[in-house]
């Protein structure tokens, strides 16, 4: 007969409680309609206070005794709790049999082992700990705070030891360890140790790695993983409507797409200080090894919309990456996912990639598809800024070891005579009237300037001092508040009286800049020709250019004050016969007048023309950005860039000179041989590269470490401390020595120098952790004028400012900032207008007559304080659940897109008194159904009245029995297939709703069992048995045999479960007993006679089977297997309760199970 509404229901399990026996086989107990505590208790105030979580295995159950099926079968949370602290989430088992461990696993599931972590576990970790060390490559992302991960002892050993760890909170450091690389060579390299705390204790001890160059795990040591997503669990849930759906809509809003699985308590946490473009760790090689240097981040990202979602993503990335650099970040489902560069051009992770280092070419495929409206983010280094000094082999420096000494200013060089010890020994030098040493040591005197280099051939000893006897003279000065330069940049300077020949020297300060849009980094540079000078001023060392054949000399030096302008401080002194060191200019001592060339026109500078996104990639007016399917960002290369020169402003021009009247004396002065400088660097003035130095000299080993020099550092020993590195200078400053042979050659084996440092215009990223609280959060950088931009994020989370517009998503952390604004084209300079960001075709695209500059920043300088929600969650002992495989927050998507969904409206009328006879209107038409319940609670009432879903009516037939009031239930339901979803509660259906839906309706995904009805699936014989449960034959056929054709095994509904029989037969070959794989032997039976096993908690056979079906022919140990399916449809039900307080003293919910069955046509065939 066919399937009627009461034969469907819902059953409880064998063991209803929280216990590792909970769940099981369904019973005769079926949920009745409307009782209260029908699968859980009440609520105490423990759980009110502290969370919890109860699981019950249930079942939907058929029960006509014959095998008509309930089609398209699904179970739905048809109405959620109306506790806001109680959460219902029902997850598929699959097993009838299913109990509280197998239930436990499948939630846990949902996170599995992934990636490896990028890091290793750094040395033992034991029992009860409650931290990590983690070893990383400097620059490497560290956990964030409730990162989970897991730790893998032994792995893919039979001692594997698994356990997942989450991250409370984490800070960083950065130690310099030391390896040994063979035939007395070493090599420093740093390590970042990221510490963690953690939630939970260890429950294993955890063996480590060593430190290690290569920041890998060692084999056979614990191995850290991510965590990444698996579709292994899934999770069905009910959310209401915040919003009216009318028939034919698309798209519905719903209050969240997410059902709190496990309860969490939330709380706050800091980010202090937070620079989400700080420098990031690329690798650098040469003859020596690697070398771990820090490099600005570039970024860049793809906006997910309907046009761009995918799961392949391709950017061209410019500048090109370092290898090992870049990071690619997408959120599916509200959750980061991030596929991190192996250095060999593969990215792996939470997806995969390949790379080419070379043309900046990326492709990522990605593990899922992206959330629509959410950024796919590009993050990487480059290495263009870096240049190895030594790629050709081992360089002798331009300049050999030297001391730079300073005298009073005045004397006369010809004559002056040089005296130390060395070796026991007096040794000298004397100088020539140009002012060049000779005898046992060379170099240079410049008495105008007062500075002695001088490089002994025979080195000082140790704590000896140079003696120094000349002729000395009085000097003289003058300054010259106000000076004007001509076209050519030369000025005009009038002494008061006449100089002595060789003893002018002028000092004076220009101002060189670039725009501070153009990109460009002005760093400080020094003119340096062959020797290394000393301190004359505070803030700067100055260093000379002279000749061999005079005593003029020519010095400059910059000091930046910000990142576009820089000053710099210039000497010049004249040679005795009338001109300035390199052609600077002439004087006339009689005529006591000096012209000078002070500043010098059409210069230029190398300099970063600074990434940043297209002008109309954004809009000003509204904010977040609108989609781009492309990369629409510029720049991102390297070039020059016009640098202007004047005399600084408000400063002094300063003359010294000795008048040629003044009389000579002799003087000796005894000056200390305390340190000793080198000229790393053989041409340039780029910076040198912490870390990157290493030198030979008098048979001994020099290399640097943080800042610091040191002779004969090993693996073993850490050597000694014997000067520093000015690495702005590129200058080696030695005070302590161990002399020896050839002083004078000094070999460099390892120098990397760095270029300007790279620059942005847009800056793409996320935050830490996240949600960020709204509120109160404030984003400054510093621009390349040295001036900060600041900007507010308002409760919106719109950023602006002067210079500065973007946008930050609360909920997910992702950001974009772009710096700059928008500039009238008609107030440009020509020199703006050459600049590279300035094209014709942009003016007028966003706002009329104008075009977006942007503003470049040093992406390193970006930082943001800010508030994070993280959440507590409950003790796993009161949860039966491992906290850290399950979200931070507890919560899990139920809706995801290709999910079955129902749109349902319920309406419960005011509890009246039902008379035989009339009829009771719901008030709605195009009913999915409608129930009539006792309004004491008693539950559905089956029989006595007949509806009218069209109409919306009940009628009364017969009441006799029924409660003194009832209640009448209708439903209006729209089953809908989801396109897609977003986090924000979006829902986008494949076909439009049939209904009007007001807001408070409900959005409930179906737990889909496809067509329920009893059948035997498989049936086979076998001559022995192991024991063995198989799906096929597992040896020889049995001797006898069963005919499943004329004689088939009879199942129905209500009898019937999913399981697998073995029917034994005992040594008279006639008796057999009945064995589930389950139930245990549960019956006995004979060949001789029918066969009809009582399942006792339905009151019908779980299966009947004929005695003629046996035939003969059956021995002893033959089995005939028979696997039973049956329709009921198991599942698990989760309540979650969080901490709060109720709202009611009472809450329900509705759990509907849903289908077709067929009915008699309305119009029988004649």
């Not at 080195?459 to 000395?472: S, Y």
């Not at 004359?536 to 000379?544: C, H």
């Not at 966003?846 to 409950?874: E, H, N, S």
């Not at 021995?1115 to 198991?1130: D, I, K, Q, R, S």
Request: glycine share 10%; aromatic share 8%.
């Amino acid at each position: 007969m066919p399937l009627l509404n009461g034969d469907i229901a819902i059953a409880r399990s064998a063991q209803m409680s929280d216990t590792a026996a909970g769940g099981g086989p369904p019973t005769a107990q079926l949920l009745p309609d409307g009782a209260s505590n029908a699968i859980v208790p009440d609520l105490s105030e423990d759980a009110r206070v502290g969370g919890l979580v109860e699981i019950r295995h249930l079942h939907g159950v058929l029960r006509n005794t014959d095998t008509d099926p309930l089609t398209g079968a699904n179970i739905i949370l048809a109405e959620p709790p109306d506790d806001p602290s109680v959460s219902i989430t029902l997850v598929p088992t699959r097993n009838t049999f299913a109990r509280r461990p197998d239930i436990e696993r499948l939630i846990e599931a949902t996170s599995v082992p992934g990636a490896e972590f990028s890091g290793f576990l750094l040395e033992n970790h034991v029992t009860g700990q409650r931290s990590l060390q983690l070893g990383q490559r400097p620059g490497a992302e560290p956990p964030g705070v409730n990162t989970t991960l897991v730790l893998i002892a032994d792995e893919g050993n039979p001692g594997e030891r698994v356990q997942y760890v989450r991250v409370r909170r984490v800070t960083t450091a950065q130690a310099t360890f030391t390896e040994a690389l063979g035939q007395g060579n070493y090599a420093d390299y740093p390590i970042q140790i990221a510490t963690c705390e953690l939630f939970s204790p260890l429950s294993h001890d955890f063996a480590g790695s060593p430190p290690n160059r290569l920041y890998a795990w060692q084999t056979g040591k614990t191995r850290v993983r991510r965590v990444t997503a698996s579709d292994a669990g899934t999770f069905y849930s009910a959310s209401r409507l915040v919003q009216p759906a009318a028939a034919g809509d698309l798209t519905l809003k719903v209050a969240s797409i997410y059902t709190q699985l496990v309860p969490g308590t939330r709380t706050e946490t800091p980010l202090t200080d937070q620079r989400p473009g700080a420098a990031r760790t690329v690798e650098l090689q040469d003859a020596v090894g690697k070398l771990q240097v820090q490099a600005a981040s570039h970024t860049a990202r793809i906006m997910v919309t309907e046009a761009t979602r995918g799961y392949t993503y391709t950017w061209r990335l410019k500048p090109t990456p370092a290898p090992g650099s870049i990071a690619v970040s997408y959120l599916v489902m509200g959750t980061w996912y991030t596929l991190l560069d192996d250095g060999a051009g593969q990215l792996t992770g939470s997806g995969s990639g390949a790379v080419s280092y070379h043309s900046g070419a990326l492709s990522v495929t990605l593990t899922a598809l992206p959330d629509l409206g959410s950024p796919v983010i590009v993050s990487w280094a480059d290495t263009a800024p870096y240049v190895n000094a030594c790629a050709a082999g081992p360089l002798v420096a331009g300049s050999a070891p030297a001391f730079s000494l300073a005298l009073e200013a005045g004397g006369q060089a010809e004559g002056s005579v040089i005296k130390w010890a060395s070796g026991g020994q007096q040794r000298q030098a004397v100088c020539d009237a140009a002012g060049n040493l000779s005898g046992d040591a060379t170099g240079k005197l410049m008495p105008a300037v007062g500075q002695l280099f001088i490089r002994p051939a025979l080195w000082p000893d140790a704590g000896a001092a140079f003696e120094l006897t000349m002729q000395q003279r009085a000097t003289a000065s003058k300054s010259f508040a106000s000076v004007a330069v001509d076209a050519g940049g030369f000025a005009q300077l009038v002494l008061d009286e006449e100089p002595a020949p060789g003893s002018v020297v002028v000092e004076w300060y220009t101002a060189q800049r670039v725009s501070s849009s153009s990109g460009s980094n002005l760093g400080g540079t020094s003119i340096v020709r062959g020797h290394v000078g000393r301190h004359l001023a505070p803030g700067g060392r100055y260093f000379y250019a002279h000749d061999k054949t005079t005593t003029a000399t020519r010095g400059s030096k910059t000091e930046r004050s910000s990142s576009d302008t820089r000053v710099a401080r210039h000497t010049a002194s004249d040679d005795g016969a009338g001109h300035f060191a390199d052609g600077l200019g002439q004087i006339d001592y009689a005529g006591k007048t000096l012209t000078l060339r002070m500043v010098t026109k059409g210069g230029s500078t190398e300099g970063y023309q600074s990434d940043y996104d297209e002008a109309d990639a954004f809009s000003i007016a509204g904010w977040p950005a609108p989609p781009t399917a492309g990369d629409t960002r510029k720049g991102g290369a390297w070039g020059n860039t016009a640098l202007a020169e004047e005399v600084l402003a408000a400063s002094t021009v300063l003359v010294r000179y000795t008048p040629a009247s003044a009389a000579a004396r002799q003087q000796t002065a005894t000056v200390p041989a305390r340190q000793i400088g080198v000229n790393l660097r053989q041409q340039g003035s780029d910076p040198i590269v912490p870390g990157s130095v290493r030198f030979s000299w008098m048979g001994h080993d020099y290399s640097d470490a943080n800042g610091l020099l040191y002779r004969d550092r090993t693996a073993t020993d850490p050597g000694v401390q014997c000067g520093k590195v000015d690495y702005v200078d590129g200058a080696a400053l030695i005070d302590d020595w161990a002399s020896g042979d050839d002083p004078g050659t000094l070999t460099i084996r390892r120098l990397w120098t760095r270029k300007s440092r790279s620059t942005t215009g847009v800056i793409h990223g996320r935050t830490a952790t996240a949600p960020i609280r709204p509120g109160g959060l404030t984003l400054t950088a510093v621009d390349m004028a040295g001036d900060t931009i600041t900007a507010q994020v308002d409760d919106q989370g719109k950023i602006a400012s002067d210079l500065a517009w973007g946008h930050m998503d609360f909920a997910t952390g992702a950001f974009v900032i772009m710096f700059g604004q928008f500039v009238a084209d008609t107030a440009l300079t020509d020199a703006e207008r050459a600049e590279w960001w300035y094209k014709a075709a942009d003016v007028g695209k966003v706002q009329p007559g104008k075009i977006w500059r942007p503003r470049p920043v040093d992406p390193t300088t970006l930082r943001y304080d800010a508030v994070a929600y993280t959440y507590l969650p409950v003790d796993s002992t009161l949860m039966g659940l491992t906290p850290e495989r399950l979200p931070p927050d507890g919560r899990m998507p139920f809706i995801r897109a290709g999910d079955y969904a129902v749109i349902g409206q319920t309406v419960t009328g005011a509890p009246f008194v039902a008379v035989a006879g009339n009829t009771y209107n719901t008030g709605l038409t195009r009913l999915s159904s409608i129930d009539v319940l006792g309004a004491d609670g008693s539950g559905q009432l089956r029989d006595g009245y007949t509806v009218d879903l069209d109409a919306g009516t009940v009628t009364f037939n017969n009441v006799a029995g029924w409660p003194a009031q009832v209640v009448v239930r209708a439903r209006i339901e729209v089953y809908r297939r989801v396109a897609d979803v977003r986090i924000d509660g979006t829902v986008r259906l494949t076909t439009p709703l049939g209904h009007d839906f007001p807001a408070g309706s409900v959005l409930s995904t179906a737990l889909r069992f496809g067509n329920k009805g009893a059948h035997v699936i498989r049936l086979f014989d076998q001559r022995a048995w192991s024991g063995k449960w198989l799906d096929t034959r597992e040896g020889d056929d049995a001797t006898g045999n069963y005919d499943d054709t004329g004689y088939p095994v009879a199942v129905n509904n209500r009898g019937a479960i999913t399981e697998r029989w073995a029917l034994r037969l005992r040594a008279d070959g006639q008796t057999f007993d009945l064995i589930g794989e389950h139930l245990g032997q549960i019956a006995s039976g004979t060949i001789n006679a029918d066969f009809a096993p009582t399942n006792p908690n339905a009151g019908t056979p779980y299966f009947v089977l004929k005695a003629a079906g046996w035939g003969s022919g059956w021995t002893a140990g033959n089995v005939l297997f028979v696997h039973t399916v049956g329709a009921e449809m198991p599942f698990a039900f989760i309540r979650s309760t969080s901490p709060g307080s109720p709202t009611a003293p009472d809450y329900h919910a509705l759990l509907a199970v849903r289908g077709s069955a067929d009915r008699p046509p309305s119009t029988p065939y004649p």
